[in-house]
């Protein structure tokens, strides 16, 4: 699987948009790009995953580069309940992938 | 839909004792999950299942036994505590077909004395 950098903490006003950056370059043609959050003391939650086009659902946006080499997460309006720690994860999808590598992971924290 | 539950939320040790962290799912899904969260470390997997009956070790097994006798349930056995056992648990599940996308327990944080 491709690893990924991201930077170890970023901040963001509440109500603001959150723009949470990874790069991937060594990202091969069938891997795909996840996000996980994880707030403090509780479990990682999926947030979004996508493979070449931009993805939405109610919970984020996921903007991957044309080359993709990078991609964005934005969470488009920031609350206190975000503050997390966000875990981009590049694996090769079609449901053959029993084990999710956790890095080091972006901590996030929305100030109100 | 509960989700996926764990029990108990906390739990305090001797070295040596042994116990099992019960978890469970009611999503009908066929890959659960056991991993391993270290204060400053990512999750690391301890055992998995890809459904009924069907158990493989992850990359830290050691000390730890598993079970899948339900769909539903998959219970995670420490066979005699130590205290580099000492940790937070999260159980995982998700489809078969969309192993990725893995839905996680609240956790147990377990002390080893």
């Known amino acids: 699987d491709a690893k990924t950098t991201q930077p170890p903490s970023m901040d963001c006003a509440e109500g603001r948009a959150a723009n949470l950056p990874c790069n991937h370059s060594?990202?091969?043609?069938?891997?795909?790009v996840y996000w996980y959050r994880q707030i403090h003391s509780q479990g990682p939650q999926y947030i979004i995953h996508g493979l070449k086009n931009n993805e939405t659902n109610e919970m984020a946006s996921l903007i991957i580069t044309e080359d993709r080499k990078s991609s964005t997460l934005i969470l488009p309006h920031a609350t206190l309940r975000d503050t997390a720690v966000y875990y981009c994860i590049v694996i090769k999808g079609g449901g053959s992938n029993y084990k999710l590598t956790f890095g080091k992971g972006t901590l996030l924290t929305v100030n109100p | 839909n509960a989700g996926v539950t764990q029990t108990p939320k906390f739990q305090v040790l001797k070295t040596g004792q042994s116990m099992t962290l019960q978890c469970a799912q009611d999503m009908n899904h066929e890959y659960m999950s056991w991993y391993r969260q270290d204060p400053g470390m990512g999750l690391r997997l301890i055992h998995y299942s890809v459904g009924a009956g069907i158990t493989d070790q992850g990359e830290v097994p050691n000390g730890y036994n598993v079970s899948r006798s339900t769909t539903e349930d998959f219970p995670l056995r420490l066979l005699s505590a130590a205290p580099s056992q000492t940790s937070v648990y999260f159980c995982a599940s998700s489809h078969r077909q969309d192993q990725e996308t893995q839905y996680f327990g609240p956790g147990t944080r377990l002390l080893v004395l």
């Open positions: 060594t990202i091969s043609g069938n891997e795909y």
